[in-house]
C-alpha cells in the first residue's frame, strides 16, 4: 500500500498546539512509510476564513520543519503544488460535495429537511477498529437514538465537515485518518458515509494524549 495521510487545518486563526501534533503525527507516519503527506485547507467557513490565518499556518508548518508533498502551493513557497488530486481548497470543491450528495439522494440515503440535506444514520452499533485504541463500539447516545440523522448540507446550501472531509479523503486517495482521540465519535458518521459511498473506509489511527 501506498501511504497517502492528510492535515486538513481550518483558516480561522493560529496553527494551535493540537493542530501542530496531528499534523506532526501524519508527517512522521509519511516519512517512516515513504509515503505522501497532503495539505488541504478546509475553508468553507467563508464567515470565518481569512487568508491571513492561511499564512499563519502555512508559515507555522515551515516554522516546524515539516514539508508536504501536496497541497495549495508547494511547502517552500515557490510555487504552485503538483499533486493529482486538487484543488486542495475545499472551497474550490464545491461542484464535487454537490454530485456526492445528488448520488445520495437519488438513493434515498439522505433527504431534504427544511432546507438542509440530512443523512440517514445507521441505528445499529458502528464498530471502529482502531489501529493504536483497538476495536471502539459506537453506539447512539440517548440524545442521538431520537434522530441519529445528521447534517451534510445546510440551509444555506454550505456542506458540512463531515461530508466534505469524507468526500476529499475519498477523491484523495487517503489510506490513512490519523486524529486526535476526541474524534472518534465523527468517525462513526464518517464511516457511515463511506459505506454509503461503497468504499472502504481508510484506516484510523488515533494519536492518543497521553
Known amino acids: 500500500m501506498n501511504v497517502r495521510v492528510r492535515f486538513a487545518p481550518s483558516p480561522t486563526g493560529f496553527l494551535h498546539i493540537g493542530g501542530a501534533r496531528t499534523a506532526l503525527f501524519n508527517w512522521l507516519f509519511a516519512r517512516h512509510t515513504g509515503g505522501r503527506f497532503i495539505l488541504r485547507i478546509e475553508d468553507t467557513d467563508t464567515a470565518r476564513n481569512t487568508q491571513a490565518a492561511v499564512d499563519v499556518i502555512l508559515g507555522g508548518l515551515r516554522w516546524l520543519g515539516m514539508d508536504w508533498d501536496e ?8 510555487g504552485p503544488c503538483h499533486g493529482d488530486h486538487g484543488p486542495y481548497y475545499q472551497s474550490q470543491r464545491r461542484d464535487r460535495y454537490q454530485q456526492r450528495v445528488e448520488a445520495l439522494l437519488s438513493r434515498g440515503l439522505a433527504y431534504e429537511h427544511e432546507g438542509a440535506v440530512r443523512f440517514k444514520m445507521t441505528r445499529d452499533p458502528v464498530v471502529i477498529h482502531d489501529l493504536i485504541v ?21 440551509s444555506d446550501g454550505q456542506p458540512v465537515f463531515h461530508l466534505t ?3 476529499d479523503d475519498l477523491e484523495m486517495g487517503v489510506t490513512h485518518v490519523i486524529r486526535g482521540e476526541d474524534h472518534l465519535s465523527n468517525t462513526a458518521k464518517h464511516l ?3 459505506h454509503a459511498f461503497g468504499v472502504v473506509p481508510p484506516s484510523t489511527p488515533t494519536s492518543r494524549s497521553s
Not at 497541497?71 to 513557497?77: E, L, M, N, R, Y
Not at 476495536?135 to 434522530?147: G, Q
Open 165 to 167: 472531509n469524507v468526500v
Open 134 to 154: 483497538g476495536e471502539v463500539r459506537r453506539e447512539l447516545t440517548d440524545r442521538e437514538a431520537a434522530d441519529p440523522d445528521f447534517v451534510l448540507v445546510r
Open 192 to 194: 457511515a458515509l463511506f
Open 71 to 78: 497541497g495549495p502551493i508547494t511547502s517552500d513557497a515557490t
